[in-house]
């Protein structure tokens, strides 16, 4: 299939913003690169209401560019892309006879697109016990790229007649029911059921029935059935817990994409012709975004933590390998926490003071609330000086931070789950639903969104991201350079060579690789030594240090810290590492884990300050 496909074509239609990519395989080295990107808006709403329209306007850009600009080792001359559409899908059918689209057929071999127009998918879900059987539904449903809108569940304080009105407000596309291991009760599945058939809630979109996809119990999937009535299109697949210690995600993911296209998108105006174009099934943004840090974790064996922060929310995803040794793909969306339109969540979560203690520079907090809620009615401004942008950058720290721990609290091992345990273990709160993110395996972080991808430096992207995620050993940090990881994760399902070369070659930009020991001691004393490859370092404990080495550049190293300090091997000693250098360097940092600032840290500023200077950033006036 690869030897076939030269050239693709991928869109991602956006809510704002629908981004057109060309991607082609290069005559001279035979790799597939990034040749041109394009934008327009997104044509889903009115006046135009036709999503197509926002796609064409995207992909005649592409056109234009490659008429004037087209990069070393590729065909010149501009790339007739799209006519209508027509082309598309005569390739689609297997025709090549161009008679009727006049002219020679120009087109890409392969065009592929994702979506989250029209708000994306939108669902809620239902489950027995809110920490065990409706957790692994919330973790179906976000997996599949959804918008998680409420879970209910038959212990979640609420009375029925509140359950009823939640449902009626919140019109979501699809629900997802969960409950019972297989064989297990069945009583409280009916109760559920029962109270989402007096709610009667109807779908955003047209006046079809509303979908309902049954993963509980399967001795009570013909009851559940029977009380949900004629009004709701139920699809039952396999249970998500068929046994306490077992988690079956796949049926149930699968079925809400298919429910994703059948439903939600043919609903949206101009999706049913956008379908009969693309040569693969559209995919939910989110979901494609995880699908490819799925495959590239699964393909390099790395364990990756990745975030998108936007405007209004922040997804957080990460793959790690669990002690069964399959790695576990977990995705979470903090809903209010955002950089724009959910500022002031942000604000109100973490607290003023938090955000402050971040900034290098003495500020009255009651200004820098001011400042944000100006933020808040103003969501689309960007930062004017210098002093608005370290408060911006304050805000991302908080965000990303409590969009993680989110996250850590959803990925984790089953609750309720039989285990051996050893007598130490016994009263161990940890020991049953344990997290899966463990910092010291973590090899990757790549930042996304615009506040990490279009900051004035990378070595700020990498800061924030060390202060927010504190990574444990050695870490590679990362920035998705142009946010094009949704059309490479939909591209990686049918063509994986491609996706991974355009990814690590023109996607991801390398900051370099953070040294963290782990432990805690007194300021100044020395914590850990890098030796080998001309490198012969120092730290002390609360520096923060920055060798300079360049993408591509690759250093064979003995990491030494002293004894009360691990870096991976265990306290005080040894480890060989093969440090990669980047756009900022290897970066030593020294502050310990976990480590904190508050407003009241001694010397607060001047220690930011210094921070500042050891990544070679400007200091605030």
């Known amino acids: 299939m690869s030897n076939d496909i030269r050239r693709i074509v991928a869109t991602d239609c956006g809510s704002t913003t629908t981004k057109a990519i060309l991607i082609e395989r290069n005559d001279t080295t035979g790799e597939y690169r990034l040749v041109a990107r394009g934008e327009a808006p997104t044509t889903v709403e009115r006046p135009f209401e036709d999503v197509t329209l926002g796609v064409m306007n995207s992909i005649t850009e592409l056109e234009e560019i490659t008429e004037t600009t087209v990069p070393a080792g590729f ?68 997996g599949a790229g959804a918008i998680l809108m409420d879970t209910l569940s038959v212990d979640d304080g609420r009375r029925d007649y509140q359950k009823v009105e939640r449902l009626r407000q919140l019109r979501p596309d699809i629900i997802l029911m969960s409950g019972g291991t297989d064989g297990g009760t069945k009583a409280h599945l009916i109760e559920m059921a029962e109270v989402v058939r007096r709610a009667d809630p109807k779908p955003r979109f047209g006046d079809m029935k509303l979908p309902i996809i049954y993963a509980g119990n399967k001795d009570a999937a013909e009851d559940v059935g029977k009380v949900l009535g004629e009004s709701i299109q139920l699809q039952v697949v396999a249970n998500l817990r068929p046994t306490l210690d077992r988690e079956n995600l796949g049926p149930a993911r699968e079925e809400i994409h298919e429910m994703f296209l059948e439903h939600v998108m043919q609903q949206a105006p101009g999706y049913s012709k956008l379908l009969e174009w693309t040569s693969e099934e559209v995919m939910a943004t989110p979901n494609a975004v995880g699908k490819l840090l799925k495959e590239y974790a699964e393909n390099e064996k790395i364990n990756v933590l990745g975030v998108d922060i936007g405007g209004a929310t922040t997804d957080v995803f990460s793959v790690f390998l669990a002690p069964t040794g399959e790695r576990i793909y977990n995705r979470t969306v903090s809903a209010n926490l955002g950089m724009s339109y959910s500022i002031c969540n942000v604000l109100k979560e973490a607290g003023v003071e938090n955000i402050a203690r971040w900034l290098p520079f003495e500020i009255d907090p009651a200004e820098v609330r001011n400042r944000l809620r100006n933020k808040m009615i103003r969501p689309t401004t960007i930062p004017q000086t210098y002093e608005d942008l370290l408060i911006e950058h304050a805000v991302s720290r908080e965000a990303l931070r409590l969009a993680f721990e ?133 730290a002390n404990v609360g520096d923060l240090k920055v060798i300079p080495c360049g993408v591509g550049e690759f250093k064979n190293v003995t990491i030494t810290p002293t004894k009360n300090f691990d870096v ?40 930011l300050r210094s921070w500042l200077q050891a990544f070679g950033l400007p200091l605030p006036k």
Not at 515 to 524: L, N, S
Request: proline residues 3%.
């Open 75 to 142: 065909s010149a001359g501009r790339r007739v892309l799209l006519r209508d559409g027509r082309v598309w899908r005569q390739l689609k059918q297997g025709n090549r006879d161009t008679s009727n689209v006049g002219g020679p057929l120009d087109s890409s071999d392969l065009y592929v697109s994702t979506s989250s127009a029209g708000g994306g998918l939108q669902m809620m879900v239902a489950g027995v016990v809110k920490a065990m059987s409706a957790e692994s539904a919330e973790r179906a449903a976000l």
């Open 406 to 538: 989110h996250h850590k609290s959803l990925a984790r091992g089953l609750t309720g789950s039989a285990q051996q345990r050893d007598v130490g273990q016994i009263f161990d709160q940890q020991a049953s639903g344990q997290t899966l993110v463990k910092m010291m395996e973590l090899d990757m972080v790549i930042g996304s969104g615009g506040v990490l991808s279009h900051a004035p430096r990378r070595a700020q992207s990498a800061l924030m991201m060390m202060d927010a995620y504190q990574p444990e050993g050695v870490t590679m940090l990362t920035v998705d350079s142009i946010f094009m990881m949704p059309h490479l994760g939909v591209l990686s399902e049918h063509l994986y060579e491609a996706a991974k070369q355009v990814f690590e070659r023109d996607c991801i930009v390398k900051c370099g690789h953070c040294v963290a020991p782990v432990g805690a001691g007194k300021e100044g004393e020395p914590m850990v030594t890098i030796t080998g490859d001309g490198i012969n370092e120092t």
């Open 568 to 607: 991976g091997e265990g306290k005080g000693k040894a480890r060989t590492a093969r440090l990669e250098g980047g756009t900022v360097g290897i970066i030593i940092d020294a502050r310990g884990r976990p480590f904190s600032v508050d407003l009241s840290t001694p010397n607060r500023v001047q220690k």
